[in-house]
Each structure stands twice: as C-alpha cells, then as structure tokens.
C-alpha cells in the first residue's frame, strides 16, 4: 500500500463513539464465559434413525467438511429454540 491510512475522520464504530485516540475501546460482542460452558454441555444420547435420513447428514458433513452428528447436534439444538 502506498497510500497512508488516516483515522482522524472516523469518530464512530458501529455506532459506538471511539473517544480520545489511544483510548481503550470496549466493543461487548463475546457470550459470557458462563453461557459459553453451558452451550458445551451435552448429554450422550441414542437415536435409530432411517438409512436414508443417517445418509443425507452423512452426504452434508462430508460437503461441509464435519461430521454428521455435528450437524444432527446443531439442527436438534436450532429446532429446541425455535418458539412458537
């Protein structure tokens, strides 16, 4: 890069006032340490499933690059909050 960044102009991040320059800025954007340990709780579990259900998350995990009961994990974990 040949051009010099400046950050003179920018008086905001996301909305936040920055302050003085050399301020610390406080963005809160992490879980706390408390709903973080509760989110990697789980509970083992035994499912029978169909062929063709156990192979479509099969199929989907190798696509993503995980595994499948990652993927069941985050669907059944996704279905439970849903409200209605």
């Known amino acids: 890069m ?3 960044i400046t950050y003179a102009d920018l008086d905001k991040l996301n909305g936040e006032p920055l302050g003085k320059p050399g301020a610390p800025v406080k ?4 879980p706390s340490p408390e709903r973080v ?3 990697l709780r789980a509970v083992k579990v035994t499912v029978s499933l169909e062929p063709s259900s156990l192979d ?5 995990a190798k696509r993503r690059g995980e595994t499948a009961t990652e993927i069941m994990r985050r669907v059944l974990q ?3 909050l849903v409200e209605v």
Not at 27 to 30: E, K, P, Q, V
Not at 56 to 60: F, L, V, W
């Open 2 to 4: 040949k051009r010099k």
């Open 56 to 60: 479509y998350y099969r199929r989907q």
């Open 78 to 80: 996704a279905h439970a």
């Open 27 to 30: 963005l809160d954007f992490l």
């Open 37 to 39: 340990r509760q989110s």
